[in-house]
């Protein structure tokens, strides 16, 4: 046997469910494993769900991997199983042509990290794996599966379209679907039915299309449809040549010039069936795994639920009792196969209250509790438009109950009042799942959920902001159970279900286990922050209370001056207009300016303008394209604004109305605490923080942000160049430090000292701005010289000088990253972590950007907590003080009031103080913070 082709460990899975076993007749079954790709399918659909061992070992891939496999097991019982994986070397392929795959990046670092445990694993299940210098897994399936044809049945478990030319009546091809526990089972007619194209047809079919994976080009213009009707039509491509007088003029131009390409484009397409594979069918067959090296290496990737499996898979290996087989505690395994996971529903106490009498009681029991857990079950995910179809409440775990006003006798609006001394009960902690959405349903009803104690989406957000936060995954990741989701409650599609049509014993345990998996989570969730009492008191001072703070904004909502905006939408089209004349004029015709691939043709083919960037449909007409083009020609500058003003008047002008809530007559965006990975608040519906303030169309649609009350101003508080003090802060740079507290305009200070003179030019504070802002994201001379349309040796003195003369913040940021290597995460001045694991990466760019991230998430997570801490400042004082004024919007480092004008003075103060005090508080101790405050009948008047 030649050990180059052929080593004994090895195998692959990715989640197959209820799929049936294929039909195998009397010749047994081998199973061929398509290893890599079915890796990679397990490596993207587990990812996000954060698999990792206590010590940050990625296992998602081998957790879908291994699933795969032992289901295969379980259901087909295979007699011989192999696994066949790329050579680690380049192709035949590459040899043929040199820009095969070209295309592809670098596969993730956290995947590549996860195969050589998976050959632990395959040794230790003694499955053999297929691999030979110089040709892909393709290349041995096919090989393997032509040598054994004739002896049989074959199944090649893979997610490649292309192996569907190996297919006849003895070989078939189980595709992952879409559906991670699913395998296609396809035959010949499957592959016809779903390419248009007979197994034996299909290589032409590739040769046709191309393969864009693979960076194969096909023939121009021709695409799956047209290649299946070509082949149909004349049963080859050979004949398809020879009848190319009967076809359409683009057809036959596309055949005419792809013909000297079609050797190669056949021979790159073409699966290998030829090997010379030095394996027999004997060495292929399945046998008992290794047992105890299997279940220590189990143990080691903490996959616990695998090894619970393997008697079901292996019954030859015996039951896993005694303390070698009891496998790793505490792993998270994130996406199980639903099968995996427990229901709450068992064991759990679950309930509906159907009567005012109960109802009473049940209250009654609550309000000696000094804890609930607390639900809402609505109609709509629109906290406006969301009717109430009841609340559910848990006080201990694995208990809840439903107060349903959906088909029992609760008249809601004597509910509510009953239950007014629970929820509105400042002495009883709530707790809950994304606690502001319940906050803003139960607003509408005139009822005030407070105080918001622990919300577990925003503890497991503070604890790993980049994991997953919906209750699912919580639920799966921390406490190993399987939630119903809301599509399972209602059915999917046209048999859809209005929730108060549900079946009243599914909607009470649907509502019950959401209160009650709140309340497990939270005593989870509790037990991880006590052990980081930095992030706990982040939760405790800054997250949980902000909670109420941004559901009275969004409650609150802003008015807007619909005629200003029918205005300028009325104004921003005709500048379109005239735009689009002089485009066509320059172009020398008409044609579509929103259509990328029009604008290509007019750009690169009738412009002859150079191309920059390349597409999947042609080349690149994105703004970064645009603006390297547009000192080559005039039209690119009138594109560039067509495109800005196009994007303005789509985005807010002609939006915003439409957003207008009809029911009180103001827009409602959403505040989300829990998206970015650095902390900071995002909004949506409509997002303001892409508002543009330096441009004039931008500041016109801030000019139609008013206060609801005519006489009442708008009130403006902006953190003056936050991000460079807190920069300043970390740092300890001298200079830095001293030109904030002598109050200068940090911008020309640093010119000053970039160019070493005291007469500073605009130029010169604009390109000084660019730096200070640009090293604090860790920009190097090539992103600078773009930035400022400057040579890159200009740049890098400039960076060079900045260096000199700043060394304290560079030596700081470059302390962050070493710092962040070694820890795995950085934090901000108070304490929020953010993981990257990239640091590490030996991908030389996936490094370099994590680099980037590290030195500037301490920094603008700093700001974060800053203005998250001013807000919950602000709101607590504006309600002592019980002034009518109310905040209205936050944006970046904006905050935005309404405030009648007899309380504008004392608004002020109230608020440069509160914002003031959060710096200090969130960590500025060194540096002085400024707060600009303007007001004004409108927000741009304001800021």
Known sequence: MNDRQFSMFGGDGDSVRETPPPPSGDRPELFLIDGMALL?????????????????????????????????????????????????????????????????????EEMTGQIEPLFELLRALRIPILRTPGYEADDLIGTAARQFEKECSIYIVSPDKDLAQLVHDGVRLLRPTKNQNELQL????????????????????????????????????????TAASLLLRFGSIEEAYRHIGELTPKARKSLEEFRPRLELITDLVTIRTDLELEVTLDELACTTPERRELLELLGRLELKTIASRLPLAFPEIGPLAGSEERGPTGETE?????????????????????????????????????????????????????????????AEPHSARFISFAGTRLERTRSIEILRPLLENPAIAKTGQNLKYDILVLKSYGLELQPVAFDTMLASYVLDPDAKHNLDDLAAAHLRLRTTKYDELTGTGKNRLHIYDVEPGRLTDYACQDA?????????????????????????????????????????????????????????????????????????????????????????????????????????????????????????????????????????????????????GKVHTSFNQHVTATGRLSSSNPNLQNIPIRTALGREIRKAFIPTEDRNLLLSADYSQIELRIAAEISKDPKLIEAFRNGEDIHLATARVIFDTEEITSDMRRKAKEVNFGVLYGIQPFGLSKRLNIPRNEAREIIDTYRQKYP????????????????????????????????????????????????????????????????????????????????????????????????????????????????????????????????????????
Request: glycine residues 8%.
């Open 40 to 108: 990679y399918r397990a490596y993207f659909a587990l990812l996000r769900a954060g698999m990792k061992t206590r010590d940050g070992q990625p296992t998602g891939a081998l957790f879908g991997f291994l699933s795969t496999l032992l289901r295969i097991y379980e259901t087909y019982h295979p007699r011989y199983l192999a696994a066949a994986f790329d050579s680690r070397e380049k192709t035949f392929r590459h040899d043929l042509f040199g820009e095969y795959k070209a295309n592809r990046e670098a596969p993730p």
């Open 186 to 225: 396809m035959g010949p007619e499957e592959v016809r039915e779903q390419f248009g194209v007979p197994p034996e047809q299909f290589t032409q079919f590739l040769t046709l299309t191309g393969d864009t994976s693979d960076n194969i080009p096909g023939a121009q213009g021709i695409g799956p449809k």
């Open 334 to 394: 994130g996406d199980d196969p639903q099968e995996t996971l427990g229901d709450p529903r068992d064991g759990a106490d679950y309930g509906m209250i159907s009567t005012e009498e109960e109802l009473g009681a049940f209250v009654s029991e609550m309000l000696k509790k000094e804890k609930i857990a607390v639900d809402t079950e609505t109609t709509s995910l629109d906290t406006f438009k969301a009717e109430l179809a009841g609340i559910s409440i848990s």
């Open 516 to 664: 009650d998996v709140a309340l497990q989570l939270e005593g989870v969730f509790e037990q991880s922050l006590e052990r980081e009492p930095r992030l706990l008191e982040l939760c405790r001072q800054i997250e949980f209370p902000l909670v109420r703070v941004l559901a009275a904004m969004e409650h609150r909502g802003i008015s807007i001056d619909l005629k200003h905006l029918e205005e300028t939408s009325t104004a921003v089209g005709s500048q379109l207009e005239l735009l689009t004349e002089k485009i066509h004029a320059a172009a020398g015709t008409t044609f579509n300016i929103d259509s990328p691939k029009q604008l290509s043709n007019i750009l690169f083919n009738v412009l002859g303008l150079p191309t920059k960037k390349t597409t999947k449909t042609g080349f690149s007409t994105n703004v970064e394209v645009l603006e390297e083009l547009a000192p080559l020609h005039p039209i690119v500058g009138d594109l560039l604004d067509y495109r800005s003003l196009q994007k303005l008047k789509s985005t807010y002008i002609d939006a915003l109305p439409k957003m207008v809530n009809p029911r009180t």
């Open 808 to 943: 304290g913040l560079f030596e700081a940021l470059e302390q962050i990253v070493r710092e962040g290597r070694e820890n795995g995460f950085v934090t901000t001045l108070l304490g929020r972590r953010r993981y990257l694991g990239d640091l590490t990466s030996r991908n030389a760019n996936v490094q370099k950007a994590a680099e980037r991230a590290a030195m500037n998430t301490p920094i603008q997570g700093t700001a974060a907590d800053i203005i998250k801490c001013a807000m919950n400042l602000c709101s607590e004082r504006i309600e002592t003080a019980g002034m009518r004024s109310q905040m209205l919007l936050q944006v970046h480092d904006e905050l935005v009031f309404e405030t009648p004008p007899e309380e504008k003075e004392a608004l002020s103060s109230l608020v440069e103080t509160a914002m003031t005090e959060a710096a200090a508080v969130c960590g500025l101790r060194n540096v002085p913070v400024t707060v600009d405050i303007g007001t004004g009948k409108n927000w741009l008047e304001a800021h």
